[in-house]
């Protein structure tokens, strides 16, 4: 049976017993929710103490790029298979499995830094790179769990709840980080990092079981197989389809825009360092404010598409009336805005994911998404922070959002399903 047809021929799932619940009710939920807060914590702590430890003891920002560009091809390389693993799996023993594993590994990262020599910052990416690859394994058997935890009426308050929170807990854990390593250094604040992955892990197990998708196809396939035929449903899925290519598309130049941002705040608004925090914090607040609203609206949110569609299309004239501006102060509302588009628009987006897609397809479609971005991305990084060098932050800030407006426009004009979704 073709991909086409699997998805028409889909039977209705068997609604979990958690869908009556309220989220707030939820136990299963409420420890999942914490140890995820806990993770995101430690993973923000990790990435101030890291980047500290590696340039300040080689003083090489080859070290730090090689740190990255090795995480960043793990991430494009597992993204699929580890979300056809949670597909075939027990989507709860990996994201214990692999809080577990991130801590014991974490573990090896103080190692380092207290041992370590010279050279030792090879060691330091082989580990890294096992964190990531865990985090990979890791996250799609998070994101496809969360619908049958929850059930499809609390879905889009549960995903609104934890995009605030993700938000919230990275800005702590990058703040803990830095004033951690000040106080105690580097060896004993990645030792907390451990214990933050080692928290979040009893919370999974506290959690008691999962309830599981109904699998469609009974038949015992291999694990190519399985993996061939997940790719094959994303492309004859609609929503899924859609969203593996809108949001890598639209990811490029967000994140890369945040890094031009950053650049534009310091050589062109002449940021203080107070102003300079204060900048970097309006993002997550304006983050937070659009998942509130999302939340706070629930069910009553009609023709999501369109709301989808038009977050999309003013995200890249935001981002050309920033470029013009040359006062930090008049900056604030703009900068709020990116957040809040950000948010509005990733949010919806995933609750499409998370309702319409199937569940026994989720971890696939999730890996698959993140597979992806995470190559995406850095291209717009790298390629930003050049131009920027040569032509000006302003200018090339510029241009993301103008190549932000054509891509949105383009993907919106095509992706029909996703546009008129309601």
Known sequence: MNSEALVAAKPQEAVPETQSKRLLNNATFLWIYLGSTL?????????????????????????????????????????SVAGTIADRYNRRMIMLGMDIVRGILMVGVAAVFSFGEGQSWWMLIVLLALVGAASQFHNPAFSSSLINIVGKEQIQRATSLMQITDTLARLAGLSLGGAAVAIFGGPASVIVVSIAFFISAGCVLLSGSFPNPIQQDREKKGFWDDFKHGLSYIRGHSIARSVSILLPSIMVFFVASMMVFQVLAVTIWKATPWQFGML????????????????????????????????????????????????????????????????????????????????????????????????????????????????????????????????AAVCIYFLKTLRKYN
């Open 39 to 79: 993770s995101i914590v430690g993973e923000g702590f990790n990435s101030i103490v890291v980047g500290f430890w590696v340039l300040s003891t080689t003083g090489s920002a080859k070290a730090m790029m090689t740190i990255m560009v090795v995480q960043m091809i793990t991430s494009f390389l597992l993204g």
């Open 280 to 407: 970097e914090a309006i993002i997550p607040i304006g983050y937070a404010t659009g998942a509130g609203l999302i939340a706070f609206m629930g069910s009553k949110i009609a023709k999501r598409g369109i709301w989808v569609s038009i977050a999309m299309l003013l995200a890249g004239p935001n981002l050309m009336l920033l470029s013009s501006i040359n006062d930090v102060y008049f900056a604030i509302p703009f900068v709020f805005l990116v957040g809040f588009i950000l948010s509005v628009g990733t949010i919806i987006v995933m609750v499409m994911l998370r309702t319409e897609v199937d569940g026994e397809y989720q971890g696939r479609v999730f890996g698959t998404i993140g597979s992806l971005s995470s190559l995406a991305t850095p291209f717009g990084i790298i390629l930003s922070g050049v131009f920027s060098d040569l032509y000006g932050a302003d200018l090339v800030l510029m241009m993301n959002g103008a190549g932000l407006t054509l891509v």
